[in-house]
């Protein structure tokens, strides 16, 4: 398999600040997602970004694939960010992907 | 825009039941995927399919059955529940090969008494 690490693996902020979550990877990869999980289960699609840097709205993240780590910045916090945020690789030549345990984030107003 | 579907939400079983979590998307994709996530652990890989007539098992595969007889559905069976399977459980999907975003269903928490 490969090894995920997310951290921090908790994370609180008051609303309006920035934050940086990042995430470790053992081996090449070829496909990298950043996933929220909301209060309520769901799990939603922040980015694709197995390299470069991507930006959607207040959400940014950029991906280093020859030094194996992605970053995901969140500016401006809101209460609606709280949640969970995964990151999630698909090895070079295999088709699974991998989560890491996740980055539990509160916004506090 | 369904995305991806499964059923039930939610479903209690006694120890020893058995029952089928549904899963079925309507984006054509090849691949189909089930995980389950457990507090503090992430989401891991149950089984997968990379088409129709084909899966192969993940991380976690005891105690859990699959098969992909239709491009749309990829149902996962549990044939004896133990309350070690009590977790929620997402299926997903996406297009075939090494790239493409990976989709979610909503969730199926199961608890096994």
């Known amino acids: ?109 | 825009n369904a995305g991806v579907t499964q059923t039930p939400k939610f479903q209690v079983l006694k120890t020893g039941q058995s029952m089928t979590l549904q899963c079925a998307q309507d984006m054509n994709h090849e691949y189909m995927s089930w995980y389950r996530q457990d507090p503090g652990m992430g989401l891991r890989l149950i089984h997968y399919s990379v088409g129709a007539g084909i899966t192969d098992q993940g991380e976690v595969p005891n105690g859990y059955n699959v098969s992909r007889s239709t491009t749309e559905d990829f149902p996962l069976r549990l044939l004896s529940a133990a309350p070690s399977q009590t977790s929620v459980y997402f299926c997903a999907s996406r297009i075939a090969g090494h790239t493409g975003e990976l989709f979610f269903g909503e969730g199926s928490r199961l608890t096994v008494l």
């Open chain 1, 1 to 109: 398999g490969i090894q995920v690490e997310q951290s921090p693996p908790d994370l609180i902020l008051q609303e309006g600040a920035n934050s940086t979550l990042r995430c470790n990877f053992s081996d090449s990869v070829n496909n990298l997602q950043w996933f929220h999980q909301n209060p309520w289960g769901q799990l939603i699609n922040l980015f694709y970004i197995p390299s470069g840097t991507k930006q959607n709205g207040r959400l940014s993240a950029t991906t280093v694939a020859t030094e194996r780590y992605s970053l995901l910045y969140i500016s401006s916090s809101q209460t609606t960010d709280s949640g969970v945020y995964f990151c999630a690789v698909v090895k070079r030549a295999g088709n699974q992907f991998y989560f890491g345990t996740g980055t539990s984030l509160t916004v506090i107003p």
